[in-house]
């Protein structure tokens, strides 16, 4: 199988009138499919379940996106048998008649770009940039994933002697299960899911409830790709019925999951204690957020360091484990961009995000979000000065001013506390050194930003600046596939490094074959 060299998807250009037409087109269209039902789907075939989810849109609460399934124990417990037979086949089937599933799937959501457009827009409130981006990112896992696997399962050849053969290669792991977040549900579920799937394993797939309906169509869509009935098994459900159970059963043999640190760390525990009906260590592969700071010296273009800040603290309303909380900036400048940061983000448009392709500012998710970041808001005025925003927005759905609060306190909570929605909190310092500690001063360690012009500044930040995403002199947020490998340190997770070339080696466990030969192979040939 041969693919040319790996290239990023490009973002839809949505200054031409034909590709507006054809977004509002699809997304007017998509109305006629809501309240339709989405059943879970276990060996290829569909289980309504004794539950449903209700999927909603946070700009309207009271408009149905749609239906989907909830499964039970049962359900959990018939899919992992299902998926651990649907590994034998499907673990020997060729690295490259894996990988070409990924690249017909990538060709599928290209074609029905506009249709996931607008259920990212509905179901989670993204703007068309922030859909468009994700629905990118998600064509661009399939296909860097897929090239990976062309190269990653082959026989590497090892110091042979006199007598001996010996080859190193890699191996699937077996029945895994994927738990993914609402924030980014199509890029990041596509990316947990293939790259644990085009490594020969085969998994479950538990969506946010939230986004359920954006999960049902990419198991629709990669049905459409050809994979075999038990490699994807879709098991949507309540985290609090069936969260504990997926994750404990013991032919469970690994779980990828992105949320925040609580439930990551819950997990944790749940699949480190001993199971005597278990003959492994569960691997565990999780993102689980961040308190990224963006760091502004003395020296930075305060212009160019300005729409950084708006973009990474404001982009998707904050919710986004890179998003940008804390503003660290030296005191000779602060006034300056902090004047500049609002007038910046005063400018930000509202509306419900299907409406326009410009809309920047839409609704928070949830409504638990929504009363959370409230009350988050509340929490910063008791130790910071509130500058810009800081109330809910007057209209239907879950909509928050963009908050900005000046004086915060690194130790504090809007130093401390990932909110997880539009609120930001400017932290003063008086040097680069200081703004550094400052910086790695959070139990995470996700993404980072310096705007600086002084070299030796920089070079200082990518040493000491404990971050696994680290960028220099543009924003902390949208990390390209290929491009910049994503995951953090400390409590930001397992610095999985989606979208890197060492990634798929979170979903396989390496082999080395020796033997002795009596009448000698090529060098090099596996066993």
Not at 277 to 283: A, H, I, P
Not at 308 to 322: E, L, T, W
Not at 349 to 376: H, M, Q, S
Not at 443 to 458: E, K, M, N, P, Q
Request: proline share 5%; with cysteine; charged share 20%.
């Amino acid at each position: 199988m041969y693919l040319p060299r790996f290239t990023n998807e490009p973002i839809c250009d949505y200054s031409n009138p034909a590709n507006v037409e054809a977004a509002k087109r699809s997304i007017h269209g998509l109305t006629a499919t809501f309240n339709d039902f989405h059943p879970a789907i276990i060996g290829g075939e569909p289980y309504d379940g004794a539950k449903s989810i209700v999927s909603t849109t946070p700009a309207h609460p009271d408009l149905v996106i749609g239906r989907v399934a909830s499964c039970g124990k049962e359900h959990v417990d018939r899919a992992i048998h299902v998926a651990q037979d649907a590994f034998h086949s499907w673990s020997r089937t060729a690295p490259d008649e894996r990988a070409d599933k990924l690249v017909k799937l990538a060709s599928i959501m290209r074609h029905r770009r506009f249709e996931l457009l607008g259920l990212l827009c509905y179901e989670i409130g993204k703007d068309w940039y922030e859909a468009d981006a994700e629905i990118a990112e998600a064509i661009d896992f399939c296909e860097y994933y897929a090239r990976l696997a062309l190269t990653h399962f082959q026989y590497a050849p090892l110091t042979r002697l006199a007598n001996e053969d010996n080859a190193y290669h890699y191996i699937p792991l077996g029945v895994g299960v994927i738990i993914s977040p609402w924030n980014f549900p199509l890029a990041i579920l596509a990316g947990m899911t293939m790259a644990a799937v085009v490594a020969g394993n085969t998994v479950l797939i538990k969506p946010s409830s939230d986004t359920a309906v954006i999960a049902a169509k990419l198991v629709d869509m990669a049905e459409e790709a050809g994979f075999p009935a038990g490699v994807l098994n879709f098991t949507p459900g309540s985290g609090g019925e069936i969260g504990d159970h997926i994750v404990t059963h013991p032919l469970v043999r690994f779980v990828s999951f992105t949320g925040s640190a609580d439930v990551g760390l819950r997990i944790q525990e749940l699949i480190s204690k001993p199971d005597p009906r278990r003959r492994w260590l569960t691997r565990y592969v999780s993102e689980m957020g961040g308190k990224n700071a963006i760091v502004v010296d003395d020296t930075a273009d305060l212009e160019m360091a300005s729409s950084g800040i708006v973009r990474s603290a404001f982009g998707f309303q904050g919710q986004k484990c890179s998003a940008c909380s804390r503003l660290v900036v030296d005191r000779r400048v602060k006034g300056r961009l902090l004047d500049m940061v609002v007038e910046k983000t005063k400018a930000l448009p509202v509306a419900d995000p299907w409406e326009d392709c410009c809309v920047f500012t839409g609704p928070v998710a949830n409504r638990g979000a929504y009363n959370d970041i409230l009350k988050a808001i509340d929490a910063g005025k008791n130790e910071a000065r509130l500058v810009l925003g800081g109330r809910r927005i007057d209209r239907d759905g879950f909509f928050i001013e963009p908050t900005i609060f000046d004086g915060a306190s690194s130790n504090g909570f809007l130093g401390q506390e990932e909110i997880f929605g539009p609120v930001l909190g400017v932290i003063e310092v008086e040097s680069f050194e200081q703004a550094l500690k400052v910086a790695n001063d959070t139990r995470y360690g996700l993404t980072g930003s310096v705007y600086s012009r002084a070299l030796d500044r920089l070079d200082q930040a990518r040493t000491e600046f404990h971050v696994g995403n680290l960028y220099l002199n543009r924003g902390c947020t949208g990390a390209l596939v290929g491009v910049h490998p994503f995951g953090g340190f400390n409590l930001s997770g397992t610095d999985s490094k989606a979208g890197g070339p060492d990634y798929l080696l979170n979903f396989t466990q390496g082999k080395t074959v020796s033997e002795r030969v009596t009448v000698m192979r090529a060098p090099g040939i596996g066993v």
